[in-house]
């Protein structure tokens, strides 16, 4: 089993002007402390389970590229970007950038937006939950277009591309959150390398679910990584987590996401590169 930090606050003694040094310790805190993966929000303004609306929130590529520079090992991904916030030749450049200058260590992490105050407050598109969902159907195929061999137009009902051109060429893996069993499952069965699951979800009944797109899609199941997001409170002990992760993997999650309550406290950084180290011979189920 796998272990990501994702650090979705940037509060920290000494104001905005902290940020910088404070969310380099955390990266590199991240790679350092032996986890496979580090993330962020894609979120313009600080969503309500996190914190106030003001409170500061970085854009997710750019501070991905300032970890690409202070790391050698995560893997570095949006959790998740919403799909029509971007046009999705510029977002397919801008991970296949992240990718290139990282040394092959990005993901994209996608998912249909639904944080509407955010969009609405600056000014970026937000469509009828249907028209996001096609729109991110569409994203995926222009990735998955851009990242292979065929360079030529695409033509969708909300997109089109002259030359779906990208170089340097680039593969990262493709990551969908959400559980919609209709629509959102379907696609990671259809597109995608990952799934991702908040925490709390039924996971054993949403996984089979994806089993069964896969099935009828002729897609393996066992070549999707199965991921999800969790938080770890203070006070819970690493073996309690890691008691915990190993209940995630007996239901077939490979890979556990976690949120502390302060990653740049070297507390939590040993307490992660431990609960790493406890969880990485832990078989998954169902693979």
Same mark, same amino acid.
């Given at each position: ?7 979705? $606050? #940037? ?7 902290? !940020? @910088?040094? /404070? ?5 590199? +805190?991240?790679? %350092? ?98 028209? $996001? #969902? ?7 195929? !222009? @990735?998955? /277009? ?5 360079? +030529?137009?695409? %033509? ?132």
């Amino acid at each position: 089993m796998k272990l990501g930090l994702s650090c979705p $606050r #940037f509060i920290w003694p000494g104001g905005d002007a902290a !940020i @910088a040094e /404070r969310f380099a310790a955390v990266a590199r +805190g991240a790679d %350092e402390a032996g986890l496979h993966s580090f993330w962020v929000m894609d979120h313009f303004f600080q969503i309500p389970n996190f914190g106030a609306v003001t409170d500061p929130m970085l854009e997710a590529y750019g501070a991905l590229s300032y970890a690409a520079a202070l790391t050698s090992r995560v893997t570095l991904g949006a959790l998740v970007t919403g799909a029509v916030y971007r046009a999705p030749g510029l977002l397919v450049k801008q991970v296949s950038t992240l990718d290139a200058l990282s040394g092959g260590r990005a993901v994209l992490g996608i998912g249909a937006a639904w944080y509407e105050e955010e969009a609405t407050g600056l000014g970026l598109p937000f469509p009828p939950l249907a028209e $996001r #969902f096609t729109r991110l159907e569409e994203t995926l195929q !222009i @990735a998955r /277009r851009m990242w292979g061999e065929d360079d +030529g137009p695409y %033509e969708g009902a909300h997109y089109q591309l002259g030359r779906t051109l990208n170089a340097p060429q680039a593969r990262p893996p493709i990551l969908i959150g959400g559980s919609g069993e209709k629509k959102t499952l379907r696609l990671v069965a259809q597109y995608a390398d990952a799934c991702n699951f908040l925490y709390g979800a039924d996971v054993r009944h949403k996984l089979a679910v994806l089993r069964a797109h896969c099935e009828r899609l002729g897609r393996p199941y066992e070549d999707i990584e199965k991921t999800l997001h969790m938080r770890i409170p203070d006070g819970r002990t690493v073996e309690e987590s890691a008691e915990l992760c190993a209940g995630l993997a007996a239901l077939g999650i490979d890979h556990v996401i976690v949120v502390v309550p302060d990653p740049g406290d070297g507390g939590w950084q040993a307490y992660l590169a431990d609960l790493a180290a406890r969880i990485s011979g832990i078989a998954t189920a169902g693979r």
